[in-house]
């Protein structure tokens, strides 16, 4: 797991620069002792939570959101997340993300590219599934979390868990594998799953130019 930690707020003065600081408001680091330093993220799905945040606009924090996935050339993200007035917190926002393809990043390089520029927040808190734990399962909790209130905040898309498409999964990589020619195996990924099929042309233009 790896684990929580606090990034630190970010001003609207930040704007020009994509990489910001992991201080506080007071200064003091928030990486705390508890955390390996040199923990690095493996997890494809994390679930973020900004704490105490300025932006009260659901609209504006989800732009300032997109924009930050943009920044950082995270083009096959997806998220679902939603606002939370507390009433002695003030408003927090949380968000399940997906980054697409499996990252392998430093603690303090997540801390840098996560912040929402324009939205100064006491925190920001990390969380990614717990060892074994079912990825079915760590999505549905999130999405439950974030829906629990009926008619709640919400923005974003709403990942799909249920056995009915996971079967509808199973189904299209079964029409995959049935075809007779890695091109028309291809053409079908293309057609089935054009995430995974831009994710293997990435990785294989990345190993032609090691080569």
């Known amino acids: 797991m790896f684990g929580r930690f606090r990034a630190g707020s970010v001003s609207?003065?930040?704007?020009t620069s994509s990489k910001v600081s992991a201080s506080s408001r007071t200064g003091r680091s928030t990486l705390g002792s508890s955390?390996?330093?040199e923990a690095r993220l493996h997890r494809r799905w994390v679930f973020l939570t900004y704490s105490q945040c300025s932006l009260e606009s659901k609209i504006e924090f989800e732009?300032?959101?997109?924009?930050?996935?943009?920044?950082?050339?995270?083009t096959m993200a997806t998220y679902y997340g939603c606002r939370e007035n507390h009433e002695t917190e003030g408003i927090h926002y949380h968000v399940l993300l997906n980054f697409g393809e499996q990252p392998n990043w430093s603690s303090k390089y997540t801390r840098s590219i996560l912040p929402v520029e324009g939205n100064e927040c006491d925190s920001l808190h990390i969380s990614t599934p717990r060892p074994k734990q079912r990825i079915s399962q760590y999505i549905e909790t999130r999405v439950n979390y974030c829906e629990k209130e009926k008619g709640g905040d919400c923005f974003g898309q709403r990942p799909e868990f249920s056995l009915k498409k996971k079967l509808?999964?199973?189904?299209?990589?079964?029409?995959?594998?049935?075809?007779?020619?890695?091109p028309a195996k291809l053409a079908k990924l293309k057609e089935q799953f054009p995430d995974v099929?831009?994710?293997i042309v990435s990785i294989t233009r990345k190993m032609d130019d090691v080569e």
């Open 12 to 15: 609207k003065q930040s704007k």
């Open 63 to 74: 732009e300032g959101f997109s924009d930050m996935l943009q920044r950082n050339e995270l």
């Open 168 to 182: 509808e999964r199973k189904r299209k990589w079964e029409e995959i594998g049935s075809k007779p020619t890695a």
């Open 35 to 37: 955390v390996d330093t």
């Open 197 to 199: 099929f831009l994710q």
